[in-house]
């Protein structure tokens, strides 16, 4: 046996060695990296959804406060116009971390929360011909929706099943 033959048979095998070690390794970090990542976004999404849910829901607030109470409507209404412009800043945050789904979702409650806002003002829907539904239903479907999309993008096992708003 020549000495380049004995050479590759010595080497054949340790190069095999390396090589069915180093594969699994390899796999296993970058599904390591691929987790990390995807738990890194989640706590900043988590939050940036809460902010937008606690946003809308004080919209929706305000609205029932301008029709159903006596507190001070220009109070109420300029409370609700402060959430109403904090609002598409939220959705653009979401547009950048979100699915394409959970971006629509967001979109449409900005956009029923708009038709609250000027319902609440005693002004007429822009959109009332597009839909059957007065904005403030719309804009409570509209938050059920996204909080449905925003449980699928963090892996909620069951995302569809959230309670109602009202029983």
């Not at 001070?72 to 394409?100: A, C, F, H, N, W």
């Not at 449409?108 to 005693?122: D, I, P």
């Not at 509209?142 to 993008?153: D, G, I, L, N, T």
Request: glycine share 2%.
């Amino acid at each position: 046996m020549s000495m380049t033959t004995q050479a590759a048979l010595t080497v054949l095998p340790v190069t095999a060695g390396a090589l069915i070690g180093f594969v699994p390794t390899y796999l296993m970090e970058r599904r390591r990296e691929r987790e990390a990542l995807r738990k890194r976004w989640d706590e900043p999404m988590h939050q940036l959804c809460s902010e937008t849910v606690v946003c809308v829901r004080k919209i929706l607030y305000g609205r029932n406060q301008v029709k159903y109470s006596d507190a001070d409507k220009d109070v109420v209404l300029s409370e609700m116009e402060d959430d109403y412009q904090r609002l598409p800043l939220l959705v653009e945050q979401i547009r950048l971390l979100g699915t394409r789904d959970l971006q629509v979702a967001a979109r449409l409650m900005l956009r029923h929360a708009y038709a609250v806002r000027l319902e609440a003002r005693g002004e007429p829907d822009p959109r009332a011909d597009e839909y059957s539904k007065i904005p403030y239903e719309r804009l409570v479907d509209a938050v059920q929706q996204f909080r449905v999309e925003a449980r699928k993008q963090l892996r909620v096992e069951t995302p569809e099943e959230i309670a109602r708003e009202e029983p």
